[in-house]
């Protein structure tokens, strides 16, 4: 039964750990009006006839705070690199000089500063929604002890032990989410 138990807890805490990952993953493609060579994290290039991620066919940098360079493998891939940069949906605009590709970041209008703090926002809450679902999972699977002669009152020491992780991680959240907001307001 303890093991069980443990096993319940250690599959929550993986969950949550999970959620927070993703969630810092997804606030990095959210751009703050520095150049951070993340931000192109996700874009996929065609190469020799295969959608191929960006990282593993050009050298991605940065010249100064406002300047990414990409500087690709092969000549012959610094067109399909330009052309999916466009087609990302980021609102960049790419610079091909024939060499590399230099990418210029726009400073944030106050509008858009707004909407990236509510993307942010969204992307907080799925993690948020991702913690709950692993306390409602952790709280099924104490349920299914109980019927198997778990005391009631053990069940419920574990349920308080699985809300305080939720409480944890979903501070964690908050927190992750200042620092972004904070990041993305500042001009």
Do not use: C, F
């Not at 520095?34 to 295969?50: Q, R, T, W």
């Not at 091909?96 to 944030?108: A, D, F, H, S, V």
């Amino acid at each position: 039964m303890e093991e069980e138990i443990d096993l319940i807890l250690e599959s929550a805490k993986e969950s949550m750990d999970k959620a927070i990952d993703h969630l810092e993953k997804e606030l990095t493609k959210i751009r703050a009006g520095k150049a951070n060579p993340s931000m192109l994290d996700g874009i996929l290039v065609e190469y020799y006839g295969s959608n191929t991620p960006l990282q593993q066919v050009a050298n991605i940098g940065t010249l100064d705070a406002r300047t990414l360079t990409v500087q690709p493998w092969e000549k012959a891939t610094l067109e399909p690199i330009e052309r999916a940069i466009i087609n990302s949906n980021l609102g960049l605009n790419p610079q091909n000089n024939g060499e590399m590709i230099l990418i210029n970041i726009p400073q944030l209008t106050e509008e858009r500063r707004k909407d990236l703090v509510k993307q942010a926002k969204a992307e907080a809450e799925h993690a948020k929604v991702s913690i709950r679902n692993a306390r409602k999972e952790a709280n099924d699977e104490v349920k299914k002890l109980q019927k198997d002669g778990l005391a009631e009152d053990q069940a419920k020491g574990i349920e308080e032990e699985i809300q305080e992780l939720t409480d944890k991680y979903v501070a964690k959240v908050d927190h992750i989410l200042e620092l972004k907001e904070v990041d993305i307001m500042k001009v």
